[in-house]
């Protein structure tokens, strides 16, 4: 993947907990740094969008890094906005065939490339969402994570999060029904769950689903979020 599209990001290899290695868009922090961020795709790869927020997250003065998570079965696959629909379906069968295990080695090799540096959060999208929650859950020392309408979260819900968590979900996203959200809010009652009049995917911009005020309004309690765990 060419990074020529990035506004001042790059691709770079890294190396996972287990050995393999594989491709990340990585973007400086611009101004002081404040810290670490691991950006996780959606089922769509390493897509515009991905870019996009990680380069959002680095003008705020985190570093970012997106790994792309499944370069061990599908090297360099993306599915950009328009495309969503066509690859739905191939890209929610490498996200059940990469598992959670390859999930977490890849997630982890981010963290210990970022934490010499400072404090690490997690965020992700749909995919990224919910293993941005795993990631709260299983990998020791993250600062914080902001997980965004991840669908399989309420399934993971018996997991215990090791540092502050926040999630947002659509009233309109038909994907993910209310009431198992509700169940794991009930569980959790120290992770604020926010709801925002929008559909799945609301922070994508390019899509049908994109909505301005949700994605704006979720971004300024992630970096809030980050400020905070990150002093």
């Not at 961020?37 to 705020?60: D, K, N, P, T, Y």
């Not at 404090?119 to 969402?129: A, M």
Request: glycine residues 10%; charged residues 20%.
């Amino acid at each position: 993947m060419s990074s020529n599209t990035a506004k001042s990001g790059a691709m770079i290899r890294i190396k996972s907990r287990d050995g393999f290695e594989f491709d990340a868009f990585h973007v400086k922090p611009q101004g002081p740094r404040r810290g670490g961020v691991i950006v996780i795709q959606e089922i769509f790869g390493l897509s515009s969008h991905v870019r996009e927020m990680a380069e959002r997250l680095a003008a705020e003065g985190y570093e970012a890094i997106a790994p792309s998570m499944y370069d061990r079965a599908a090297p360099g696959f993306v599915a950009e906005p328009h495309e969503v629909a066509a690859n739905m379906a191939k890209g929610r069968d490498l996200a059940i065939g990469n598992g959670p295990q390859n999930a977490l080695n890849d997630m982890g090799a981010v963290f210990d490339r970022l934490k010499a540096a400072g404090p690490v959060n997690i965020t992700g999208y749909c995919y990224g969402g919910t293993m941005s929650w795993l990631a709260a859950a299983q990998i020791e020392g993250l600062a914080a994570a902001s997980c965004y309408y991840g669908g399989n979260i309420p399934q993971m819900a018996d997991f215990q999060n090791r540092c502050p968590v926040i999630c947002h979900f659509g009233t309109k996203d038909v994907h993910i029904p209310k009431a198992g959200v509700d169940a794991f809010a009930a569980k959790h009652p120290n992770v604020p769950v926010y709801w925002y009049e929008a559909d799945h995917g609301f922070a994508r911009k390019g899509s049908p689903s994109f909505d301005a005020a949700a994605d704006k309004l979720a971004f300024e309690r992630t970096i809030e979020l980050f400020d905070r765990a990150s002093k």
